[in-house]
Nanobody, 128 residues
Framework: QVQLVESGGGLVQPGGSLRLSCAAS????????IGWVRQAPGKEREGISC????????YYADSVKGRFTISRDNAKNTVYLQMNSLKPEDTAVYFC?????????????????????WGRGTQVTVSS
């Protein structure tokens, strides 16, 4: 089973940017579906983006479309989430998740709850 470690979170002002990283070990991510899920205080987890190279799929939730970009560096076995134009409502703990069932990510969405491997999360706080 792949192990995932997120990094890159922090405190940023509204309108600012952050890049989250999800580093994997124990297995290569080449054929995995990888997703980013966030959970704000008092709210349910929200799947915001996923990527599946083998499926040729990339997905963004409406809440982040046009502001966030998911990418992967297979050589570094790492997936990134570039977050621009951050808003206070983006404040949450951000988790990356992965699953070898590459079809778990499609252009229309993904169910992060079904992913088999999860990181511990990184806190993102958007505040002035």
């Amino acid at each position: 089973q792949v192990q995932l470690v997120e990094s890159g979170g922090g405190l940023v002002q509204p309108g600012g940017s952050l890049r989250l990283s999800c580093a994997a070990s124990g297995s290569t991510l080449d054929y995995y579906a990888i997703g980013w899920v966030r959970q704000a205080p008092g709210k349910e987890r929200e799947g915001i983006s996923c990527i599946s190279e083998r499926a040729g799929a990339t997905y963004y939730a409406d809440s982040v479309k046009g502001r966030f970009t998911i990418s992967r560096d297979n050589a570094k076995n790492t997936v990134y989430l570039q977050m621009n134009s951050l808003k206070p409502e983006d404040t949450a703990v951000y988790f990356c998740a992965a699953d070898p069932r590459y079809y778990y990510c499609s252009d229309y969405g993904f169910s992060g709850a079904n992913f088999g491997s999860w990181g511990r999360g990184t806190q993102v706080t958007v505040s002035s």
